[in-house]
């Protein structure tokens, strides 16, 4: 048995012909070292030299890369973008009214999916493009702390945002794997 402690690798027999343990230190020519670290003061720009793509944004606009795709609140538009993560082509684009307060990553019946809330509506798209829209009641709070977004009511009834259903749908069960 081979373990790595701190500054050595020590090695134990388990046992011996006599049942007695032996006790060594040493290497071990099948354990390969760590790889070269890279200094936190040197710009990756010197090891990766390939753009792939690039987008122009406005200093308002977020863009967090997630795993549907890069979406952007694009504030010249009022639109919702989501960019394909390899091309920096557009997949899919949904009108957004207001200002995004929120970025949260979910699935949406096993799809990676990216949506907003404005603080009156929550938006949604898929990675594979589909984009929906729901519109908030007042003293409706979203949350996503699970595979799917909730919004809860003032009255605390808990209600799942499904691609396909208009309205939130009433959750029964444990509301945050619907």
Known sequence: MTVALGAGIFTWQTSDSTGA??????SEDWISSA???TSAEEALTENYTEELWSHSLDPE???PWLEAGVLLADSEDDDLVLLDTETGQEKARVPLEGTA???????AEGVPAAGVYTGEQFVAITAEGEGQTWELE???QPSSMGTTPMVTSEEGETSALLFGEEEPVEAEGNPYYY
């Open 21 to 26: 343990a032996e006790h060594t230190v040493g």
């Open 35 to 37: 790889p070269e670290v």
């Open 61 to 63: 606009d977020q863009a």
């Open 101 to 107: 307060e929120y970025t949260v990553e979910f699935l």
């Open 138 to 140: 007042d003293g409706q």
